[in-house]
């Protein structure tokens, strides 16, 4: 049997893997839910009732079980008492004299929780940018307790699975893609690579080498050319930009050509496509649930902790407190938009965060393709149709694109090149095809030298080739 070589991209935002053998190299089938079914986005929703999904079912689970459902919290002690300090009351006697420090007294403070005690189940994202973060260790699902690798782990089991299939016996050894930076902390980088290491053991890959993705990419067009050259290659996901400046040798066969080829620099950040969203959701959708908005007799400004929450969908729950919910309503009873504080709490009570961070990165697509989109949210109170065209998105996400550019300029200069001497610029990843980053690459390289490479499958179809030869 023909020896099978694999190679997998598990990403923020969607992951892929294929495979390489005498027959060459494909990308596998691996969501038949998902509208592309080569990739799997990187989604997990476990049930109250312990089932485990992944990929597009797993959105599609949670949208169907939580939207308007009603959330009931509680506050829960966690058992354990903390040494809290608070201010001692002060002397109020005629001899009194303030000194320069505050008198305080040490108190044992019982540790509490707010939870959630009716959720019908968790949805999980984006957990490859949560692996180089130390303090999550593990988290509670409905009382039994999961490691970080473990949930990964989950997420990484269907495509084993779909290795399996492709070669007919249990594939032990993969090839790994990894972003140039999980963090620009060494220590935290370092906690994420042997986290993704052991995640990767539990789905069954028992030897796991791991390789820059964006090398990878460089490596799957390189090998199919002939000529020697410079190649720069800009991969933007959901939670990273890593830019690879790479030198082939033109000759011999497909293991000469990457044997005689070197690394002249890497660079990258952890600012990516979920960036993007942040920034659009905090331009467009902010003031539409009222974050200009005043209140009160003194006509206040609104408390933006409250907004933060729309983009980081996954704590509006905390939101749905009675106190709060009542706090909301008397403001918009005395508003200047009251209509937009109404919107904000049937988000919040209505559990409706995470539909409308996916209207905004359909709309966020969109723009790659046409010269303006809709962001339509109608959904109960909430009444919202804000058009953007790409000239506004442009500015809304300019600082995000500075960054993201400035990782291109510390791979060009690392490699010690001025920018005519690249001789080609290669893009993938969705982020990639947002035309203000293509603008940014031209402007700096010429229009002639940027080639799109395949969005979702360039870095896995470059790690198998990897594989196959190391």
């Given at each position: ?20 053998n ?23 929703y476990?049930?109250?009732?312990g ?19 009603e ?31 505050q ?22 994202q ?7 973060f ?7 699902v409905?009382?039994?307790?999961f ?6 782990a ?24 990894r ?40 490596v799957?067009y ?9 190649l ?33 620099s ?41 907004f933060?929450?729309i ?16 706090w909301?309503i ?48 109608r ?8 058009r ?26 690392a ?10 610029v290669l893009?993938?990843g969705?982020t ?13 390289y ?25």
């Amino acid at each position: 049997m023909t020896e099978t070589f694999c190679g997998v991209d598990f990403g923020t935002t969607n992951s892929s893997v294929a495979v390489a053998n005498g027959a060459g190299v494909r990308v596998l089938e691996l969501d038949p839910a998902n509208d592309n079914v080569t990739t799997l986005p990187s989604l997990l929703y476990i049930s109250r009732e312990g089932e485990r999904i992944v990929g597009r079912s797993a959105a599609d689970a949670f949208i169907d079980r939580n939207v308007d459902r009603e959330v009931i919290l509680k506050r829960v002690d966690l058992g354990v008492e903390i040494e809290g300090y608070i201010p001692s009351e002060p002397d109020k006697s005629e001899g009194y004299r303030p000194g320069a420090e505050q008198q305080e007294m040490r108190e044992a403070v019982r540790a509490q929780a707010t939870v959630e005690v009716n959720s019908p189940g968790r949805l999980f994202q984006s957990l490859k940018s949560s692996l180089r973060f130390d303090a999550f260790r593990s988290t509670e699902v409905f009382g039994e307790h999961f490691q970080i690798e473990e949930l990964t782990a989950m997420i990484l089991e269907p495509i084993k699975a779909a290795v399996d299939r492709a070669a007919g016996t249990c594939v032990e050894r993969a090839v790994f893609g990894r972003p140039v930076r999980f963090s620009r902390m060494p220590a935290q980088d370092q906690l994420a690579e042997d986290r993704l290491r052991r995640a990767a053991s539990l789905a069954g890959f028992k030897e796991t080498i791991f390789f820059y993705e964006p090398v990878a990419a460089c490596v799957e067009y390189a090998v199919a050319t002939d000529r020697k050259q410079r190649l720069m290659v800009v991969d933007i996901g959901g939670g990273t930009c890593d830019v690879c400046v790479m030198e082939f040798g033109g000759t011999g066969t497909e293991a000469e050509r990457l044997s005689g080829s070197r690394i002249l620099s890497v660079s990258g950040v952890p600012t990516a496509g979920d960036a993007v969203d942040r920034d659009l959701i905090r331009a467009k959708l902010y003031p539409c649930f009222g974050s200009n908005a005043r209140y009160g007799p003194s006509q206040l400004p609104m408390p933006q902790y409250l907004f933060r929450n729309i983009a980081e969908w996954q704590n509006l729950y905390k939101l749905n407190t009675e106190e709060i919910i009542n706090w909301l309503i008397a403001a918009e009873a005395s508003s200047d938009q009251p209509r937009a504080l109404r919107a904000l709490r049937y988000l919040i009570q209505h559990n409706y965060g995470y539909p409308v961070r996916r209207i905004v990165e359909a709309a966020k697509k969109q723009l790659s393709f046409e010269e303006e989109a809709m962001i339509d949210i109608r959904h109960g109170v909430i009444d919202i149709l804000e058009r953007v065209n790409r000239q506004e998105f442009n500015v809304i996400i300019e600082d995000t694109l500075d960054e993201m550019m400035g990782s291109v300029i510390d791979a060009e200069e690392a490699a010690q090149l001025r920018p005519e001497q690249v001789d080609m610029v290669l893009t993938t990843g969705g982020t990639s095809l947002i035309p203000a980053v293509r603008q940014m690459l031209e402007e700096r390289y010429g229009a002639g030298r940027i080639r799109q490479r395949d969005t979702f499958s360039s870095v896995a179809m470059g790690l198998a080739i990897v594989a196959r030869h190391s």
